[in-house]
């Protein structure tokens, strides 16, 4: 996925600090695809509504960062 048009570093280095990792960490996680961005909560809620197995914060620009919780 390519996610380098969606992020700024700014929200990279904000969001690390919400799941404890460094930014290069989270940048795996996104590669990896443990961790997902989206451009609104309208798109967040489009994949993931009925799912209650995710870690997600919103920044206050609308974005949405979800993580897959490990059970």
């Known amino acids: 996925m390519d996610f380098s048009e ?16 460094t930014p290069y960490t989270l940048l795996l996680e996104l590669e ?8 609104s909560i309208n798109e967040f809620n ?10 997600w914060c919103q920044l206050n620009n609308g974005k949405v960062f979800s993580k897959k919780l490990n059970h």
């Not at 700024?8 to 990792?21: D, F, P, W």
């Not at 990896?32 to 451009?39: A, C, Q, Y």
Request: glycine share 12%.
């Open 46 to 55: 489009g994949k993931y509504s009925d799912t209650t197995d995710l870690d």
């Open 6 to 21: 969606k992020i700024h570093i700014g929200e990279l280095i904000a969001v690390s600090n919400v799941y404890g990792l």
């Open 32 to 39: 990896k695809g443990t961790i997902e961005v989206f451009l």
